[in-house]
């Protein structure tokens, strides 16, 4: 019998101190699946990365590692991590992380209702509320990473339940993280709740991968913003995603 390398801790983390106390009307985003940091010369990229961002969106974040004084001591961005599973060899807990240069006003983090095979770990999605500088409305950002490895029907349920936290939300909104889109049939699916949503995807220019099966897994969604410019830095091997950047500005 295998012994299952992990265990569930799913719950809600929050580092640092935010900066700001509105966002806009320029927003700047990182989005960015981290690869649990495995990777030699992550954080020198990450730090220079998300010098300038508003906002940054990480999937496989960490947590009880040696960089954790990065996002504990952090005077410009408040740090929100919805904590999946934990490793049972080395302690190390992950999930997605937001960073924001202006503290959430709210915020709700949830469990896919199925787990992975093997692993038999959950994905999360954190959404966070963020006051804006012109608009009565906030912000809504929510960072995903989707189930993956499962039948569709699996995907689909979990897919649901990231769309219905934005079911009551009238303002802006970002939506945006590795949804592991590698087949038609999930895409599809994807863009159908998308356009009931009145959401845009954000065009790119991209750099297929061959262990993505040459699909594109990351992506981000808006509504009520417009983009000024989208970049994905594919010159930057420190994880197995390219980080993204994207500027935006909040349509008035």
Known sequence: MIKNRYSA????????SASKEQLGPNIDLLLWNVYKCKKKGW???????????????????IVNSPF????????????????S??????????GVKTGCTVAANKYYYSASKHSEPLSKTKKMLLAT??????????LLVVNSHL????????????????????????????????????????????????????LEEVKMTRQPRLKHLFKHLDHIYCRGLS????????????SDHFPISLSLRIID
């Open 147 to 198: 189930i993956n490895f499962v039948a569709f029907e699996k995907f689909k349920v979990h897919l649901d339940q990231v769309f219905r936290t934005l079911k009551n939300h009238d303002g802006p909104i970002i939506l945006a993280g590795d949804f592991n889109t590698w087949n038609k049939k999930r895409l599809k699916y994807f863009n159908s709740l998308a356009m009931l949503f009145s």
């Open 129 to 138: 509320f963020y006051p804006l500088n012109t608009q009565a409305q906030s």
């Open 227 to 238: 983009v000024v410019n989208a970049h994905v830095h594919t010159d930057i091997h420190s």
């Open 68 to 83: 954790d004084s990065h996002f504990k001591k952090s005077i410009k961005h408040q740090w929100i991590m919805a904590r």
């Open 9 to 16: 801790v799913e719950s809600l983390k929050i580092m640092g």
């Open 43 to 61: 954080h020198e990229d990450f730090v220079t990365l998300m010098a300038d961002k508003d906002l940054v969106l990480l999937q496989e974040a």
């Open 85 to 94: 599973f934990k490793s049972t060899k080395t302690n190390i807990i992950t």
